[in-house]
């Protein structure tokens, strides 16, 4: 089974603070991407990323950067945390052969909350 | 823009139940839909998908037809179990595009 893991379930930062989200997934996917989820919106992109050292943005990128130094794992950076990033984080990959956009895996989500 | 409207919940149904989520979209071209489900603790899974009108996608008993002429794309279940309370997505991609998702429909299944 595909498996895509994010590091933490439940994170609380600060306001100001540098958060790192770390995703990871092992079926060798060329696609991954990062979501947040807010009840009422659903699903909003952040940033995506088609290959190692590449990333593109989505619909809602002001506030958040990304990496991805190798091909398993793609990296959410807040660089100065606010109140209004308290939500949960979704990531995704998918195979490149299927579409990028056809079938996604997801992790089970990162919800941060920041004071 | 694309987007997608889904019914608002919760949608709270005893078990045996018939089950229907509804889906409306908006998009400049002819779009592939998608549902997705989201159970308590876990990600978003692909539930089913259809690629052109009139197409009819199924899974797990559940099924949803491609209405192009009324830009729609219902999820219905004859007979919902516990086990399917979850949160489900309607999605679409358009012309090669990222997803674009609903808000999400919470349904919750009473024995």
């Known amino acids: 089974d595909v498996k895509v893991t994010q590091s933490s379930r439940y994170l609380v930062k600060r306001t100001g603070e540098k958060v790192f989200l770390e995703c990871v997934q092992d079926?060798?996917?060329?696609?991954m991407f990062w979501y947040r989820q807010d009840p009422g919106l659903g699903l909003r992109l952040i940033y995506f990323?088609?290959?190692?050292?590449?990333?593109e943005k989505g619909d809602i990128p002001e506030g958040y950067s990304v990496s991805r130094e190798k091909k398993e794992r793609f990296s959410l950076i807040l660089e100065s945390a606010s109140t209004n990033q308290t939500s949960m984080y979704l990531c995704?990959?998918?195979?490149?052969?299927?579409?990028?956009?056809?079938?996604?895996?997801f992790g089970s989500g990162t919800q941060l909350s920041v004071l | 823009g694309d987007s997608v409207t889904q019914m608002e919940g919760p949608v709270t149904l005893s078990e045996e139940a018939f089950l229907t989520i509804n889906c409306t979209y908006t998009a400049t071209g002819y779009p592939s839909l998608f549902w997705y489900v989201q159970y308590p603790g876990e990600g978003l899974q692909l539930l089913l998908k259809?690629?052109?009108?009139?197409d009819k996608g199924s899974n797990k008993g559940f099924e949803a037809t491609y209405r192009k002429e009324t830009t729609s794309f219902h999820l219905e279940k004859g007979s919902v179990q516990v086990s399917d309370s979850a949160v489900y997505f309607c999605a679409l991609s358009d012309a090669g595009n990222m997803l674009t998702f609903g808000g999400g429909t919470r349904l919750m299944v009473k024995p």
């Open positions: 259809a690629t052109k009108a009139d």
């Open positions: 990323s088609y290959d190692v050292k590449m990333k």
């Open positions: 079926m060798d996917h060329e696609n």
């Open positions: 995704a990959s998918s195979d490149v052969l299927s579409g990028p956009n056809e079938k996604l895996f």
